[in-house]
Nanobody, 117 residues
Framework: QVQLVESGGGLVQAGGSLRLSCAASGSISSVNVMGWYRQAPGKARELVALITSGGSTNVVDSVKGRFTISRDNAKNTVYLQMNSLKPEDTAVYYC???????????WGQGTQVTVSS
């Protein structure tokens, strides 16, 4: 079983920064994709950024240039550095891990990010 534990959310003013972390534990395949999704009130969960175990990244256009995803494979941890935050970034941010060979997917419990104007 894989567990994902997020940390780093909080309240910040527009223009500020936050860094989210997600630590994975358990039986983790070395070949996987980790990522961040977010869900704002009344909206569907949406992709924010992905990173493969090889280090390839994909960041959605709405946050490109402001958010950076990275990972430490030795620690099974993925990070999301969020700069120049906007009120529309307010959401619950969820960590995700997908095992490439099997497609098994795991989710963290979510961490709230609130950006005030």
């Amino acid at each position: 079983q894989v567990q994902l534990v997020e940390s780093g959310g909080g309240l910040v003013q527009a223009g500020g920064s936050l860094r989210l972390s997600c630590a994975a534990s358990g039986s983790i395949s070395s070949v996987n994709v980790m990522g961040w999704y977010r869900q704002a009130p009344g909206k569907a969960r949406e992709l924010v950024a992905l990173i493969t175990s090889g280090g390839s990244t994909n960041v959605v256009d709405s946050v490109k240039g402001r958010f950076t995803i990275s990972r430490d494979n030795a620690k099974n941890t993925v990070y999301l550095q969020m700069n120049s935050l906007k009120p529309e970034d307010t959401a619950v941010y969820y960590c995700n891990l997908r095992v490439v060979p099997t497609g098994l997917t795991y989710w963290g419990q979510g961490t709230q990010v609130t950006v005030s104007s």
